[in-house]
């Protein structure tokens, strides 16, 4: 199983089908600081999307990245991402985070490697060795200073440079940008029309019925939809996600995270 949502890893079939994210290891720059260089790429083009020296891996300045790339590059269909902060919760429901409800409040799904196998994110890895070698070594004696190095070193990486992968053509010769482009507010979330809606709570919980049922702080403030799969049983849904079910007779909330079909392939009435 790969991450909350999906069985197995999606392969594109075309830019924007499935954007790669990860943090290439810190190190510290000349004058003290850490620099963490947040990187994006199109896993279809091998584009890199973004370079940013990051001072940490809080998810606020991550996400202030990816607003800026949804911006100019558009939505992807998937990210895929490893298993640590911010793009996954440990512990949480699924794995999920605040960063990736964001993704799927925008239509995106979700998708994480299996732990301790980066091979599965192999492209992004050698990526990021070669950024290693050619854009922080020595590293530079400030921020503005390394990111300059970053911004040439990604331009040099997308327009010049031939990949083995493209038939020795540079990444910007097969990118487009993505037509789904980032709203200005975030739409709702569709559910079936015999779901009831139930807003999570400051402290992750529901009110079903006479119960409160926990199911994860990265959730709070959004709807969730609760539909009756059986007596006394209800399935409980984010959006296109299945959260688990919740049996009266048990008083108790299982989890089975997993991806349903699109409403429009699904019986709703």
């Not at 794995?95 to 994480?112: F, H, K």
């Not at 048990?250 to 429009?264: D, G, K, Q, R, Y």
Request: a positive charge.
């Amino acid at each position: 199983m790969h991450g909350c949502a999906t069985s197995q890893l999606t392969p594109p079939a075309a830019p924007n089908d499935v954007w790669t994210v990860d943090f290439k290891g810190e190190f510290r720059l000349q004058y003290g600081p850490y620099c963490y260089p947040l990187t994006i790429a199109d896993l279809y083009s091998r584009y890199v999307l973004t370079v940013t020296g990051l001072d940490g891996t809080a998810g606020a300045p991550a996400a202030a990245i990816f607003r800026r790339s949804f911006a100019e590059f558009g939505l992807p269909l998937v990210i895929r991402s490893d298993n640590g902060g911010p793009f996954a919760s440990p512990g949480a429901l699924g794995g999920l985070s605040v960063l990736s409800v964001w993704w799927i409040r925008l239509g995106i799904r979700p998708e994480r490697i299996d732990k301790g196998v980066p091979q599965q994110n192999g492209a992004h890895e050698r990526m990021h060795r070669t950024l290693k070698a050619e854009a922080t070594r020595p590293p530079s004696a400030s921020f503005p200073a390394q990111q300059a190095r970053f911004d040439a070193w990604r331009h040099t990486f997308n327009e010049r440079r031939p990949h083995e992968a493209l038939h020795n053509t540079p990444p910007a010769s097969h990118y487009t940008a993505s037509p789904r482009t980032l709203p200005r507010r975030l739409p709702s979330l569709e559910y079936p029309l015999d779901a009831e809606l139930r807003r999570v709570t400051s402290s992750g919980r529901i009110s079903w019925r006479t119960e409160g049922i926990f199911l994860s702080e990265v959730l709070k403030g959004e709807y969730v939809g609760v539909r009756e799969i059986a007596e006394d049983e209800w399935t409980i849904t984010f959006g296109p996600l299945t959260l688990g079910t919740y049996s009266r007779a048990l008083l108790a909330f299982v989890p089975h995270v997993a991806w349903t079909p699109a409403l429009s392939e699904r019986d709703v009435t």
